[in-house]
T-cell receptor
Framework: AQSVAQPEDQVNVAEGNPLTVKCTYS??????LFWYVQYPNRGLQFLLK??????LVKGSYGFEAEFNKSQTSFHLKKPSALVSDSALYFC?????????????FGGGTRLMVKP | DAMVIQNPRYQVTQFGKPVTLSCSQT?????MYWYQQKSSQAPKLLFH???????NEADTPDNFQSRRPNTSFCFLDIRSPGLGDTAMYLC????????????FGQGTRLTVV
């Protein structure tokens, strides 16, 4: 079975400060990891993914994430937060060794960026 | 341009009255998914299609059905909506390769009264 944990329901950060949204995962095979963002009353929007290669992946809107195999983590980061980054963030995993496997989402983390 | 389009964006229906939500895509993806999302929780997969092959999740209620008449369109039918079915319903598509991301529509917010 595969699972994702987002240990923080909410993260508060001041505008201009760096932000981190945490994600840990569990899969039996190679992990395919994804981050999505959701604004109010909208669908999920893809930010970035890790499949293989460099552990640091860069995505949309200045976000990046670092894959850490030993800690089974894939934390989302941004050097300087904007008020417009305030939204709900979901981490997701798929077992890369199982072609029929579906995405499993974490419970979500609400990011609040204050001016 | 929107690539996964859901209609309507908002739907209010009466308890027990059948309702259909629609999804269309311009990406020509093989796989289409329907998710239910309640109160900013994680999206819960209801079922998915791989081309015309229908795959139901084990805990999806029988009240929820789906149709995919062609590659571009997919429908979610709720035969007798209950108050507990009030939620955001999200359609998504992807290529079959597991390394590809899913593309989501804007969602349909369904309210059962």
């Amino acid at each position: 079975a595969q699972s994702v944990a987002q240990p923080e329901d909410q993260v508060n950060v001041a505008e201009g400060n760096p932000l981190t949204v945490k994600c840990t995962y569990s899969v039996s095979g190679n992990p395919y990891l994804f981050w999505y963002v959701q604004y109010p009353n909208r669908g999920l929007q893809f930010l970035l993914k890790y499949i293989t290669g460099d552990n640091l992946v860069k995505g949309s809107y200045g976000f990046e994430a670092e894959f850490n195999k030993s800690q089974t983590s894939f934390h989302l980061k941004k050097p300087s937060a904007l008020v417009s980054d305030s939204a709900l963030y979901f981490c997701a995993v798929r077992d890369g060794g199982n072609a029929g496997n579906m995405l499993t989402f974490g419970g979500g983390t609400r990011l609040m960026v204050k001016p | 341009d929107a690539m996964v389009i859901q209609n309507p964006r908002y739907q209010v229906t009466q308890f027990g009255k059948p309702v259909t939500l629609s999804c269309s895509q311009t990406l020509n993806h093989n796989v289409m998914y329907w998710y239910q999302q309640k109160s900013s929780q994680a999206p819960k997969l209801l079922f998915h299609y791989y081309d015309k092959d229908f795959n139901n999740e084990a805990d999806t209620p029988d009240n929820f059905q789906s149709r995919r008449p062609n590659t571009s369109f997919c429908f979610l039918d709720i035969r007798s909506p209950g108050l507990g079915d009030t939620a955001m319903y999200l359609c998504a598509t992807s290529r079959v390769e597991g390394s590809t991301e899913a593309f989501f529509g804007q969602g349909t917010r369904l309210t059962v009264v």
